[in-house]
């Protein structure tokens, strides 16, 4: 097999670094969501791990990083980094949904 099939087959940044809808309701609102293998995702892996965890404000660190992963979303208002932390403060299971989408590799893959 060459390199660049290998690659083809078996690489998964590129496919998480496109995202993929976090299902919000039933009605069809989303959010678009990197995966954990995507540039953004790598970086988030090493942050969390130098996290303090004994630190009062560890959870808003938390939102702060997973805001990150959300690059589009259905709502008619523009997406900003603030909305997002916003968003996950206003609905606290959003983060913990966001961690799980974001870690497995079928939500990214699968085609």
Do not use: C
Not at 8 to 15: D, F, I, Q, V
Not at 86 to 109: C, M, R, Y
């Amino acid at each position: 097999m060459k390199f660049n099939d290998f690659i083809a087959e078996h690489g998964t940044r590129s496919k998480h670094a496109e995202g993929a809808k976090l299902p919000l309701n039933d009605k069809g609102d989303y959010l678009l969501v990197v995966g954990s293998d995507s540039d953004i995702g790598q970086k988030a892996q090493w942050d969390i791990v130098r996290l303090d965890k004994s630190k009062d404000d560890m959870i808003e660190k938390m939102r702060n990083i997973y805001a990150g992963f959300v690059i589009g979303w259905s709502l008619d208002e523009k997406i900003g980094h603030k909305k997002v932390v916003e968003l996950l403060k206003e609905v606290p299971s959003l983060l913990a949904a966001i961690i799980e989408f974001t870690q497995n590799d079928g939500n990214f893959t699968k085609p």
